[in-house]
């Protein structure tokens, strides 16, 4: 059973950390040219859009966001469920000679980010990939790390990060939860 240990950021705090990724973001790509956010759903759809919304707040400029979904190229698929649910992946521009950010909320073993460069690959050929998470909480499987952290947060594997987003769960906060036994 999963139980309530400590708060890790509220609405400000992950506002706050956006706002940072975005200057980052821009910083590293020396501005918007090529440049496009694609958020992995669930919940890095909402991150992608308001990292995307500070973008544009800063540079005037739009740039372009998609949404890519990567039920399909999960290792985990079957024990995911009987019938996983495949949503649409919405990128409506080419990402050839693009530098994609990818972004998500928890980095965690990294089999999200491997699935994610998969299906990225499978729909063009990307200049560039960037890595932009909410939560970095550690205990990688595979040897990929994020480019842009909101927040690290070393856990024990007994320990859960829960992102809520108000866009998916009507709320907006991270905590972190525990197993008890």
């Known amino acids: 059973m999963l139980e309530y240990k400590k708060d890790i950021l509220d609405q400000e705090g992950i506002q706050r950390a ?14 918007l040219d ?5 958020g992995i759903r669930t919940r890095g759809v909402p991150l992608a859009e308001r990292i995307a ?5 800063i540079e005037g400029e739009e740039v372009p966001v998609g949404i890519l979904d990567i039920t399909l190229y999960r290792d985990d698929l079957t024990t995911v469920a ?3 649910i495949v949503h649409q992946t919405e990128i409506p521009f080419d990402i050839t000679d693009k530098k994609v950010v990818l972004v998500d909320d928890v ?9 994610s460069l998969d299906a ?4 063009g050929r990307p200049r560039a990939i960037q890595l932009a998470i909410l939560i970095d909480r550690g205990h990688r499987e595979l ?15 007994e320990e859960v990060v829960e992102v809520k987003l108000k866009e998916v769960d009507d709320a907006e906060e991270v905590i972190l939860m525990e197993y008890q036994k």
């Open 107 to 115: 980095l965690y073993t990294g089999r999200t980010v491997r699935a």
């Open 53 to 57: 919304e500070k973008i544009t707040e």
């Open 143 to 157: 040897p990929i790390r994020a480019d842009f952290v909101g927040k690290n947060l070393p856990t024990s594997q």
């Open 34 to 38: 090529d440049l496009a956010v694609i």
């Open 82 to 84: 009987q019938q996983p």
């Open 18 to 31: 956006l706002t940072r990724i975005a200057h980052e973001i821009l910083e590293k790509n020396k501005g």
């Open 120 to 123: 990225l690959i499978d729909l």
